[in-house]
């Protein structure tokens, strides 16, 4: 399987399909590369180079004991963009992988970076702070915590059939390898990087990030988001970033790149040709 050796020794691991244009996507807490299948395929399908990572401490990539904060994340996407030599890249990323993207587009994406996507996405701030008074309060994030240390296998599996894909509400067409999908990804990670993991994506302001992004950039969210508010989210982002685009979805959820794989591949798909 492909890998590549972060400057600190961390094995990275990485697919990459087809050829043209590079189109490189960063994954959610606490899953892996695998949660972009549908957007993968369909992209090889239309001539695009496509490229997800496992987040160190995630899915294949090494349980490494340190560096989960954003810094390293970022760090480790700028070591596969550079083993694979990758330019004019579209960076798309999801919930955590959207704070990612910023930090990585910041901090090492100079020269490199054509256009920018964050789905669900946790910019600029979770949590709630004295200059936040609208982020989520520390309590939810300390939940997410006790879920991961006490017993991680049903908290991944709660997330999965409740506020993740909005099966907890009413009507809703539930599936069960959707469900599984999930918990298979997480289960397959790090305890301790999934725990640490939570400080990152909840904690990091990325308001300087965002201001720093310089390519024209996609926002979309799910106004239905129940683990990542559009309110606290997406609708300060967008504000922050010269360039960009805020797109609502009425009544999705966290997980609508694969729930509506259909309606977000197109609207992708729409913005990289424009």
């Not at 994030?141 to 506020?163: H, K, M, N, W």
Request: aromatic share 10%; with cysteine; hydrophobic share 40%.
């Amino acid at each position: 399987m492909p890998f590549v050796a972060t400057d600190d020794g961390v094995e990275i691991f990485y697919k990459e399909w087809g050829s043209g244009q590079p189109i490189m996507f960063h994954h959610g807490w606490p899953l892996s590369s695998d949660d972009w299948d549908a957007q993968l395929l369909f992209f090889v399908q239309q001539g695009y180079r496509v490229i997800a990572h496992d987040r160190r401490g995630h899915g294949r990539s090494a349980q490494a004991g340190h560096g989960h904060d954003m810094d390293h994340y970022a760090a480790d996407a700028a070591a596969v963009v550079a083993h694979l030599d990758l330019h004019d890249v579209v960076h798309i990323g999801h919930s955590a992988g959207g704070g990612e993207v910023a930090r990585y587009i910041a901090k090492h994406g100079a020269g490199r970076v054509a256009k920018a996507a964050l789905i669900g996405a946790v910019p600029p701030l979770m949590i709630q702070t004295e200059s936040n008074p609208g982020g989520l309060p520390i309590e939810v994030f300390d939940g997410f915590r006790e879920g991961v240390a006490t017993d991680r296998s049903q908290f991944y599996l709660d997330i999965a059939c409740g506020p993740f894909y909005g099966f907890n509400r009413p009507g809703a067409d539930v599936s069960q390898g959707v469900i599984w999908n999930w918990w298979r990804q997480g289960m397959a990670g790090s305890a301790m990087a999934h725990y640490e993991g939570i400080k990152a994506f909840s904690e990091t302001d990325f308001t300087e990030d965002l201001q720093a992004i310089g390519v024209p950039t996609l926002i979309m969210h799910g106004d239905d988001d129940q683990v990542v508010p559009i309110a606290v989210t997406a609708e300060l982002s967008v504000t922050s970033v010269e360039n960009a685009t805020l797109k609502v979805y009425p009544g999705q959820s966290h997980g609508m790149c694969t729930l509506n794989a259909e309606t977000i591949n197109v609207d992708l798909l729409d913005f990289i040709k424009s």
